[in-house]
């Protein structure tokens, strides 16, 4: 790829070859993190802390007393037992690196709870800091506990009464197991291999398994129709548009975890794009690209295969969101072929956008723009590494302790393979929605244009069906919830246990989940995310039954399934499901 090609599609100002080059060789090293992001924030922190002698103080005698009183709970202990001292500080909910029993003998009940005062000190220093600016005080708190993470006493042979009692048990053959999971894992690193316990997981063999045919396919997508399962179906065909960031059949997992499955089989014609996996070449795809090669094509196809017949739009984290930008932009030009529109973990509002928030300030996204900008693509190494930051103490520390000391293999599950068949991110797309979207919030703020028009997601009158999760850490369900403040239609939400992936997928007859959903008509009052948490009622199980009669509800009477395809040129069934673009590396 040439520079003049890359140039063309550039999205920067003042940006010359040599210091982009020498971005890209930093990301490199860096992991994709700005060192000049970094070092604004922790400058912006150390100014304003150096000026407050006051707080200055008062961190001065936080940490006396917690030293102190760590010293008499370690001495009294020492004489009497840890069993009669209850613990200094409790571990959060979500931390469970001391649970055993064994962290409660001396000493190493003494060094925990040392680690989990120093946190808790950490927090208090890097947080409220009068002038410091909201990002950089989240950029400073957030570093401080990736570093302390890594001084955890979970993660050390001689401070982990746990690995000790197991080494001892086994007579050192953990740590010979651990040594080999190290070294398959640093061996399928170097040459490019996928994790272990991927070859168990193929897709079209045991994974991606609803039967279906690519009916139509362009340079972006290939769309597939879904044979039907039922005699008699909904007249209204449902298109998904998954996230370009992941591969669709997280919605087609396997059998019995399929939402496409449980659609056709509750008599819904279905359709799902399946995104072409970006290389160098892509570079110059943008926003306008995804939204008419990618949305309107496919509904294009779907309205030619199914013809006179208003399309159930649902779209999933940014396919979510590019669903509501071109819903918005239809509905601007008088397009009225969505029946309804459904968001799965999907924001429009940028302002709360959770912990990725960290990685998202003008320096980063320049720094991103300058890697991408040298390989015409964020690859899925980056993607990942920046998710795994987000949560390093589950997925990279206590990971590490699993399997290299431990030795214990976690097993591959089907969620867990999808996961690793990353994808990559076209330069000019990952840019555009970076600065528009998440940086500037264009599209709420009504800056936002499509063919020279602004647009606005009120302007959208179909009903609206917005799913959330509890745990979600890319889009957190009250960020979700703010359609509820801007859409000026009818909204449905409903909020289910689990997290941005597993929150999703939960197929009917899961043992643990459980949802809460509240129907908005246009003309009742807001409900406030907490008092939605109050007030409306949890139901058990999954929130799949409860789309599916709310689809049924905004469909016709039954009648006969539509033909596979569609005899016009172009639309014909060319190929099997999965496809062929989602097995491209």
Sequence with gaps: MTHDKVERVDTGRGAHPIDRLLHAGMGRVTGGLSPASLGLAYVDWAIHMGISPGRQTELVEKAWRKATRL?????????????????CIEPLPQDTRFNASQWQRWPFNVWYQGFLLTQQWWHVATTDIRGVETHHEDVVNFLGRQILDIYSPSNYFWTNPELMETTAKEGGANLYRGLRNW??????RIQGEPPAGMEKWKVGENLALTPGKVVYSNRLIELIQ???????????????VPAWIMKYYILDLRPGKSLVEYLVNQGHTVFMMSWKNPSADDSDLGMEDYRKMGIMDALKAVNTIVPEQKVHAAG???GGTLLMLAAAAMAREGDDRLASLTCFAAQCDFTEPGELDLFID?????????MMWHAGYLSSDQMAGAFQLLRSKDLIWSRMVREYLMGERSEMIDLMAWNADTTRLPYRMHSEYLRQLFLNNDFVEERYDVDGQPIHLWDVRTPIFAVGTTKD????????????????????????????NAGIVTPPGHPRRTYQVHCRKVQDPYLAPDDFLAEVPSKQGSWWPEWHRWLARHSGNKGKPPQMGADVRGYRPQRNAPGKYVLMD
């Design 473 to 500: 850490h890319i889009a957190p369900w009250k960020s979700v919830y703010k359609i509820n403040r801007l859409a000026r239609t009818d909204v449905t939400f409903a909020l289910t246990t689990g997290g941005h």
């Design 316 to 318: 999933y984290c940014l």
């Design 183 to 188: 070294w398959d894992d640093t061996a399928r």
């Design 362 to 370: 003008d320096s980063q996204v320049t720094f991103l723009e300058d």
């Design 226 to 240: 879904y044979e039907p399962a039922t005699d008699r179906v909904h007249p209204e065909p449902v298109l998904i």
């Design 71 to 87: 010293s008499l709970y370690a001495m009294r202990c020492a004489a009497n037992g840890a069993e009669r001292h209850p613990p």
